[in-house]
């Protein structure tokens, strides 16, 4: 076996789907199918259950697929070892970024990188946390921007900066003439909410908790809808289907003819704390130092920066 077949059998460990898990390592579904056969024949188990287009991983393949992430890790740890000595800033650095972060940094962040350390190119994965964390684990990223609270599972960790929440309502509601509100205030209203796997769905369900149990379609009652992305939901708002929650970095500068955007009167208001986590493993931590004085540089509007 090789650590490329380690590294496909993780991957549809993890997207449970030949085709997805195929694209996610840039190979063809052939190859990868091939590669995953070849392993369960020098193995002599059965690894996934096949059906349709429904993949599960067997009781047996559940360990095994364990003991490829523990292999894989220490195998990016080698090499890891293997760059000291070298320019830690020499090189791609593998960053992942939650969906709700990614478009509202990335672009000031990429352009910093390239200012400050052009050596040192930016391979960026997108994704929700939990395949970020997955993906930090097994050393197919080598960092990624996340946001607080999640099981860190024994990462390093910088605090990057807080961000506070604003509230978006259409322009023609109500609630367009006031400046602030509270929590409390918007339980009369109906929420959209990002799709499950975001976090920070989760995050504006702790600021909004009522909002928990209209999603769940508890008591027969819809007070709650799901967009896709954050750019989703706000079009939602602005067509008069609701009000919601979003991150300051996602507010726009300019006006908005449609749209609203208010701040939470509560004290202190709900935010969120972005950080950089990475492997303790990972030995250039010049290039860590750089990502993070790169997002300091950054023009974030609205944002506290925590540079300690």
């Not at 994704?127 to 946001?147: P, S, W, Y």
């Not at 959209?192 to 009652?221: K, M, T, Y």
Request: proline residues 7%.
């Amino acid at each position: 076996m090789t650590l490329t077949e380690l590294r496909y059998l993780v991957a549809v460990a993890r997207e449970l789907h030949f085709g997805r898990a195929a694209e996610a390592c840039h190979v063809s579904q052939p190859t990868l199918s091939v590669a995953i056969k070849k392993l369960e024949e020098e193995l002599d188990v059965k690894i996934f259950e096949r059906g349709g287009n429904e993949v599960s991983v067997t009781a047996l393949g559940q360990e095994l697929v364990r003991q490829a992430q523990t292999v894989l890790e220490q195998a990016a740890a080698m090499r890891e070892i293997a760059k000291r000595g070298r320019d830690p800033l020499a090189g791609p650095l593998r960053l992942g970024v939650i969906y709700t972060i990614g478009p509202y940094l990335l672009p000031q962040l990429v352009r910093q990188v390239i200012e400050r350390t052009p050596q040192m190119p930016l391979m960026l994965q997108e994704n929700f946390t939990v395949k970020l964390l997955e993906m930090l684990r097994t050393g197919e990223l080598d960092c990624a921007i996340l946001a607080e609270p999640f099981p860190d599972a024994g990462l390093a960790l910088a605090p990057l900066y807080d961000e506070p929440f604003r509230i978006a309502v259409p322009s023609s509601h109500p609630l367009a003439q006031r400046h602030s509100l509270s929590a409390e205030a918007l339980k009369q209203e109906t929420m959209l909410l990002l799709g499950n796997g975001h976090c920070f769905r989760d995050h504006v369900l702790e600021v909004c908790p009522e909002f928990a149990r209209f999603a769940s379609g508890a008591e027969g009652i819809q007070k709650s809808f799901e967009g896709s992305s954050l750019e989703t939901i706000k079009h939602m708002v602005a067509s008069g289907m609701g009000i919601t929650v979003l991150p300051q970095l996602s507010v726009p500068r300019e006006p908005q003819p449609h749209l609203r955007f208010l701040d939470f009167a509560d004290d202190p208001p709900p935010s969120r704390r972005v950080v950089l986590a990475w492997r303790r493993s990972f030995t250039r931590y010049e290039a860590i130092a750089a990502l993070r004085n790169a997002v300091v540089a950054c023009e974030l509007p609205g944002v506290r920066l925590l540079n300690t």
